[in-house]
């Protein structure tokens, strides 16, 4: 599965998080499929939900890291 997959099941299974962390090693492959780089605090925007680096050895979730 590619990340922006994986972010599409996450953003799925838990629509009303308002917030999504992408794995480090994820996140560069993630940004380029959806065509964006991070604003200025490190995250991007997609499908109304805000979308951050969650660190190394992380998994995509809508809880915080």
Known sequence: ????????IA????????????????WPEFCAAIRQKPNLIGAVIYRNKTIRDG????DVTTRQP
């Open 1 to 8: 599965m590619t990340a922006k997959q994986l972010v599409d």
């Open 11 to 26: 953003c799925d299974e838990d629509p009303r998080a308002p917030c999504l962390w992408v794995p480090s090693d994820l």
């Open 55 to 58: 660190g190394p050895y992380s």
